[in-house]
């Protein structure tokens, strides 16, 4: 992992698309990697962005590239992440849907100590088990969207989706992807209740996949408190710009 804060969030970053790269090819979207940028010209599941910055500095290239994709009439809506939070997309017809925090687990430091739990964790192996999977993750997200994770991801060795199960029965979940270095921490869920367990055996199980390296993600709002409480730094800023309509 980079030694500088902002060679760190570019590791996060790559680590990232490499995981919204795969998720893209799923559904026959398949990005590009630039040395500054991913990006994908078809139209993307919900929550997944069209378009990655992977390097600091350069913002107005990257800018430029985005206005350059929007002018050749790409489907909308259209997502851009700001890896670095420094891009002003406004005069695009973007809104900034959120703002997040990268987040980071060096592989020389102990986890916080935690109570014991019940939880068991299982990697999803079957299409059945995954479509399981996603329904629990989908609990709390408005209902009427098509499947977003396709069983072609679990023939990627690089990817984990985790199901933690209590009492028979799907109670937490996150996915694990090995990519620049890194190993990716996404998509994490659980109740209020569990969310000390689920941290700590997501983080636990990352660890058990790939023990030499840093795991990476970001978060926000309470699930970035909680990040914290399980011991991930902070490393810095990044936004979420959306385009919905056209001339927006």
Request: charge should be negative; glycine fraction near 8%.
């Amino acid at each position: 992992m980079a030694t500088n804060a902002e060679g760190a969030i570019a590791d996060a970053a790559r680590n990232n698309a490499a995981w919204c790269d795969a998720v893209a090819r799923s559904h026959d979207a398949a990005g590009m990697f630039s040395d500054d940028l991913w990006y994908s010209e078809r139209k993307l599941p919900p929550f997944y962005p069209n378009l990655i910055t992977l390097r600091a500095g350069g913002e107005a290239a990257q800018r430029n590239r985005a206005a350059a994709l929007i002018e050749r009439g790409l489907p909308l809506p259209w997502a851009v992440k700001d890896s670095f939070a420094w891009l002003d997309l406004t005069a695009l017809g973007f809104e900034c849907l959120f703002e997040a925090r990268w987040i980071a687990s060096p592989p020389d430091e102990s986890p916080p100590a935690t109570e014991g739990s019940s939880i068991r964790w299982h990697r999803v192996a079957t299409p059945a088990a995954l479509a399981a999977w996603e329904a629990a993750w989908r609990r709390d997200l408005p209902a009427g969207t098509s499947a977003i994770f396709r069983p072609v991801l679990l023939r990627d060795p690089a990817i984990s989706f985790l199901a933690g199960i209590e009492a028979d029965r799907i109670v937490a979940g996150c996915v694990l992807n090995l990519a620049a270095g890194a190993i990716g921490l996404s998509n994490l869920f659980g109740s209020d209740a569990l969310t000390s367990a689920v941290w700590a055996g997501c983080r636990e199980q990352a660890r058990r996949l790939a023990p030499d390296l840093p795991i990476v993600g970001y978060e926000q709002a309470e699930a970035l408190a909680d990040a914290q409480a399980a011991g991930f730094r902070v490393l810095g800023p990044l936004r979420v710009w959306l385009k919905a309509e056209v001339g927006g």
